[in-house]
């Protein structure tokens, strides 16, 4: 990675290691330093939610957050450090806006799935820019691609554990595998919103992918049986 603009020739080298571009953020001991590095982490948040991960500078994340440029090296080493926190909180936020909440209890089971999925789809769509970023780095960047595929894991362990509940039940087909129906259904949602809202932004679809969606979830589980 370039130095960043602003930093001095000696404080930071032209080309990261892999062990500086993977080094764990810095959590400071004091109240200020947190509070200071939370305005980073907002402030970073704030600019990669606009800008791609390529063309933000560090001086204008500290630019942002109205700290020296010196002090973001306090908190983080590089770019990718900050980033790999941000996207955690994204992935985060997309993973648990799948969950139902306690207003769609009185809902049917289609309904449910409906009400989850439109959630997951709003929050990908609020988050497109970083969500782009993410998929740029995942590959290049264990940090990001590790907590892209823990996050993924932990949707599918949550539809894969609801669709047992749902056999133990007797609402849905009890001949399907649990586990591979999850990673499919889960793997299609993030698909097709991925698809329509991150690599382009097509939000005009989003009800017709809703039901087709939906068609697929009661299919698959046997709801409409």
């Not at 305005?39 to 700290?67: E, H, N, Q, Y």
Request: glycine share 6%; with cysteine.
């Amino acid at each position: 990675m370039n130095r960043t603009k602003g930093a001095s020739a000696s404080s930071k080298p032209d080309v990261l290691s892999a062990q500086q571009r993977d080094a764990p953020s810095k959590t400071p001991a004091t109240k200020r330093g947190r509070d200071t590095r939370d305005k980073l982490v907002v402030a970073a948040r704030d600019i990669f939610s606009r800008s791609a991960f390529a063309d933000v500078r560090i001086i204008d994340i500290t630019a942002a957050a109205g700290v020296a440029n010196g002090t973001f090296y306090t908190y983080f080493d590089t770019k990718e450090a900050i980033f790999r926190e941000i996207a955690a909180q994204v992935l985060k936020e997309m993973s648990e806006a799948f969950r139902g909440g306690a207003r769609d209890r009185d809902q049917s089971l289609a309904e449910r799935i409906e009400a989850n999925t439109r959630r997951y789809f709003a929050c990908v769509r609020e988050n497109a820019s970083i969500a782009r970023s993410i998929e740029a780095l995942q590959a290049r960047d264990r940090g990001v691609g590790a907590v892209r595929h823990e996050t993924l894991g932990v949707g599918v362990q949550r539809i894969e554990s609801w669709i047992r509940r749902l056999q133990e039940r007797g609402l849905c087909d009890p001949a399907i595998e649990p586990w591979a129906t999850a990673l499919a259904l889960h793997a299609m949602n993030v698909s097709v919103a991925y698809d329509h809202l991150v690599h382009r932004d097509a939000p005009e679809e989003t009800d017709a992918l809703l039901k087709a969606t939906t068609r697929v979830w009661c299919s698959t589980l046997g709801l409409d049986r």
